[in-house]
């Protein structure tokens, strides 16, 4: 069974930073595509980042220059370093993991579209 632990998140102020981390399990292919979606209350569920097993990397407009994703191979950890944190990023951000993180944006953060995800974490920023 595939597990994806999170882990970090919390409440912060504006111009603060956050640190999020995803331990994967149980995966029965190599090298997942792991990365971090965020969905709000009325708002369909975003990708904010992925990282393949390359380094490879992608970054939603809205976060870049802010967020960067990085990963330990050895643990099949990824994080998710979050800085200058605005309002706007407030969420709950999910890990996710399969073969390939295809989309962009979902209706609602879960399978089937992507096999894998975390049971999700609360980021909150005030203004």
């Known amino acids: 069974e595939v597990r994806l632990v999170e882990s970090g998140g919390g409440s912060v102020q504006a111009g603060g930073s956050l640190r999020l981390a995803c331990t994967g399990s149980?995966?029965?292919?190599?090298?997942?595509?792991m990365g971090w979606y965020r969905q709000s209350h009325g708002t369909e569920c975003d990708l904010v980042s992925s990282i393949r097993s390359d380094g490879t990397t992608e970054y939603a407009d809205s976060v870049k220059g802010r967020l960067t994703i990085y990963r330990d191979n050895a643990k099949n950890t990824v994080y998710l370093e979050m800085n200058n944190l605005k309002p706007e990023d407030k969420a709950q951000y999910y890990c996710?993991?399969?073969?390939?993180?295809?989309?962009?944006?979902?209706?609602?953060?879960?399978?089937?579209?992507?096999?894998?995800w975390g049971k999700g974490i609360l980021v909150t920023v005030s203004s």
């Open positions: 149980g995966f029965t292919f190599d090298d997942p595509h």
């Open positions: 996710a993991a399969d073969r390939l993180l295809g989309v962009e944006s979902i209706a609602s953060c879960g399978p089937p579209i992507i096999s894998y």
